[in-house]
Every structure is written in C-alpha cells, then in structure tokens.
C-alpha cells in the first residue's frame, strides 16, 4: 500500500467561487504536505483551475456523464471536467444512487468514460442502515463492485474505492476503527480474489463524518488509504486539519501508535 494518505473533500451541493479563492489562499500559505482534492460543483471548476493551479491542492468532479457526447442535455462529460485540469471525479455517491437512482451499471460507464478521459474516479461503495442491521454488509458491497471489476479487469489499480457507509454519512456518528479496518479488510480482499489486483493495489478511502477530531484515528490504521470528507471539507480550518492528519500518517515506514485517543508518529 501506498504511504501516502489521500483526502478528497466532496463539497456536494456546496460552496461558491470565493470559497474556492479562500481555500487557494489558505492552502498557499499553510500545506501540511499531503495529497488532497477538492471535488466542488462543475460551476466552480474553472475557479478550481485558476485558483488551486498554483498550489499544492488538486481538484474534481463530483459526477460525470455515462456518455461521451451527444443529445443529453445538462450532462457532463469526463472530457469536460478534465479541461479544466481536474484530477479526480467521485461517481456513484450514495446520494446519487439514492436520490436519482443511480446503477452500478451506469456507474461502471462512468468509470470508463473517467478512465478514458485520464481522470481518477473514485468509486463510492456501502451499506444502508437497514442493510447493515440485516447483516448484508458484505453482500452489498460485493454487489456493489462485482460489475466494475468485472469490466475494469487491468484497470481497476487506477480507480480509488471510497467506502461510505450510508448511516454514517452526515450523522456526526463515524464507523468506529475496528469496523473501518474489518469493512476495507473485506473490500480489498474482494477486488484480489475477483479481479486479481495485489492487495494494497487500489487505494480504498474511508468516508461518512470525518472530522478533525477523529481523523487521526482513522487515518492511522493501515488499511485506509486516505478519506472522502463533506462538511468537514467546506471549512479551510477543518480541511487542513485533516490534511495533517493524513501528512503525520503517511510519514513513510513510521509505526503510528494509538495512545489515549490521540495519534503519534514515531
Ligand atoms: P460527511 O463527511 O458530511 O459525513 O459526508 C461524507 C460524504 O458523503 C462524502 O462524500
């Protein structure tokens, strides 16, 4: 796996362009040094470009077209986003699933639309409450990437997994720890048993309530890759909280040790 932690903050229906000049000035002055993005609304890409292009925060989408080109008005294709220099875009968020009935079919043409447009999509995986109390966990989120791995066979190394549990995304309530690393434990082994990848080869974010108060804890167990942060992600002072979070936790080959609720680096 990878040492350095990534976090990407979904500002989903948030935000405007002096945010974004905000975060560019903040991010100028005071950088932890680690690898972060910001997927703000397609409005705000241009913005994105002219503003975050000098310093060392990268940014995104939040959702691409399935389609390339054509008769499908007020889409966005993957080509369009990655115009204005975009690194990242985030497909299939729950609320998209949820909200507009988003599939995992649709959400596989969108990877490959990403891929093909030299974009890294971040696919956004995990279980309802319900699901969770049914104990269907595992065979949600199985269903969930079955498709894509499937379909991405070689691919799949250029794709980052976000695991979000539904219930816990805007609650104030993250997965614990034990639940994180048991949940992505699963996660990577399926993507090594069905599509053959070597565990640690697709970086597998965390997701749903990141804070600054409990990102050290979660950014510290080996099997998170990084974090998809929302609220969180809207506030400069709590972004770049994180962001040192996931710098103290990347410092390579250095045992992350868990003392009394806070994290240390040694
Ligand atoms: P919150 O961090 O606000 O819980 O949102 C998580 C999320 O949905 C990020 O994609």
């Not at 976000?162 to 990577?188: C, K, R």
């Amino acid at each position: 796996m990878t040492a350095a932690k990534l976090v990407i903050g979904n500002w989903k229906l948030n935000g405007e362009v002096a945010r974004v000049r905000a975060f560019a000035q903040r991010a100028a002055r005071d950088w932890p040094g680690c690898e972060a993005a910001l997927c703000v609304p397609h409005t705000m890409l241009a913005a994105a470009q002219a503003a975050f292009g000098a310093t060392p925060l990268r940014w995104g989408a939040q959702d691409c077209s399935a389609e390339d080109e054509g008769a499908f008005t007020g889409e966005v294709s993957a080509r369009m986003i990655r115009e204005f220099g975009a690194r990242y875009v985030l497909v299939g968020h729950s609320e998209r699933r949820t909200a507009l009935g988003e599939t995992d079919g649709q959400i596989v043409a969108k990877v490959q639309r990403a891929l093909a447009a030299g974009l890294t999509p971040i696919v956004c995986i995990g279980e309802k409450a319900e699901e969770r109390d049914g104990e269907q966990t595992a065979m949600v989120l199985r269903r969930q990437l079955l498709q894509l791995v499937r379909a991405l066979q070689g691919g799949l190394a250029s794709v980052v997994v976000a695991y979000e549990p539904v219930w816990a995304i805007g609650s104030g309530d993250a997965a614990t720890p034990g639940m994180i690393d048991h949940t992505l434990g699963f996660i990577a082994d399926t993507l090594a048993f069905h599509g053959g990848v070597s565990a640690g080869a697709v970086r597998i974010l965390y997701g749903g309530s990141v804070h600054p108060r409990n990102a050290g804890a979660i950014l510290s167990r080996k099997s998170v890759a990084g974090v998809l942060v929302g609220g969180a992600s809207l506030v400069p002072d709590d972004f770049i909280e994180i962001c040192k979070a996931a710098a103290r936790c990347s410092a390579p080959r250095h045992e992350i040790h868990i003392q009394q609720g806070s994290v240390s680096a040694q």
